[in-house]
């Protein structure tokens, strides 16, 4: 998948789609089992479903499916995953499922984003990492099924999304041709303002280290400095350029963060 589109998917929240086949097949096979076990469906897929390896079945079979989206969610299907909710409505039952569904989802995604950019990676060496470095704590959000905070927002979403998901011109690390159509390799974006020294021009050297382009920033941080000061969080200059950059590309101050996360 091209990179863009990766970004554009985790920060609107919507998961790959391998991942929603798993939430929906263990949806059916909870509806099928747990909820309504006594129907014409659920009686068939009791006979027919023998209790095999998974192995053993042959991958063609819905059954196979349901097996492995299972196994691949680590969900026992001989248990019973709200067995404190059995008395309740059948519906509020397969809503509660669905819920613990999407916190199992968003922790396997979450997983796939991060392993693409380890921590101990330096942030700059391809743009995945670049992407998932700044967007690092968005990412941490409890449920990847919402949208990140910044598309819940005032803010000028379609800018943010643009910026962040990377196929601008703005930034220098974002083209990946070169006026004659030919490729640059990641660590050979330098930004054009600051040659013949060479250095990537990434967003945090765009929006703040630049000589160049940084002093566009200064109207946005100053007002960030002080938004951070009347709600007395950390100060602007106690964040990491990394924290810094993900703020002025809409992200929240990493402590109002994890205070809104349950919003
Ligand atoms: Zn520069």
């Known amino acids: 998948m091209a990179p863009e589109f990766l970004f554009v998917l985790a920060d609107t929240g919507v998961p790959p789609l391998n991942l929603i086949q798993y939430t929906l097949l263990a949806q059916f096979h909870f509806r099928l089992t747990k909820i309504h076990s006594d129907t014409l469906p659920a009686t068939l897929f009791k006979t027919f479903n023998k209790p095999l390896a998974l192995n053993n079945l042959h991958p063609s079979t819905l059954d196979?499916?349901?097996?492995?989206?299972l196994h691949q969610l680590h969900i026992d299907p001989l248990v019973d995953p709200l067995p404190h909710m059995i008395t309740l409505p059948q519906k509020c039952r397969e809503r509660a499922y669905r819920n613990i569904l999407r916190t199992t989802i968003s922790?396997?995604?979450?997983?796939e984003l991060l392993n693409l950019a380890p921590l101990h990676l330096p942030h700059n060496n391809c743009r995945k990492a670049s992407y998932i470095h700044i967007d690092r704590d968005d990412l941490h959000r409890r449920d990847l099924f919402k949208p990140a905070q910044y598309l819940r927002s005032h803010l000028d979403q379609l800018l943010l999304l643009r910026l962040r998901t990377q196929p601008t011109s703005y930034i220098p690390s974002h083209l990946h041709l070169a006026n004659d159509h030919t490729y640059i390799p990641y660590d050979q974006r330098n930004c054009p303002s600051c040659l013949p020294i060479q250095i990537v021009g990434n967003e945090p050297h765009t929006l703040l280290h630049c000589p160049h382009?940084?002093?566009l920033s200064?109207?946005?941080i100053l007002s960030l400095t002080r938004a951070l000061r009347r709600y007395d969080l950390c100060s602007w200059s106690?964040?990491?350029p990394l924290q810094q950059t993900a703020i002025l590309l809409g992200s929240r101050a990493p402590k109002l963060l994890h205070k809104h996360d349950k919003a």
Do not use: V
């Open 107 to 111: 922790t396997l995604w979450r997983m």
């Open 218 to 220: 200064h109207p946005d």
């Open 213 to 215: 382009s940084s002093p």
């Open 238 to 240: 106690s964040h990491t």
């Open 64 to 69: 196979y499916h349901i097996r492995n989206s």
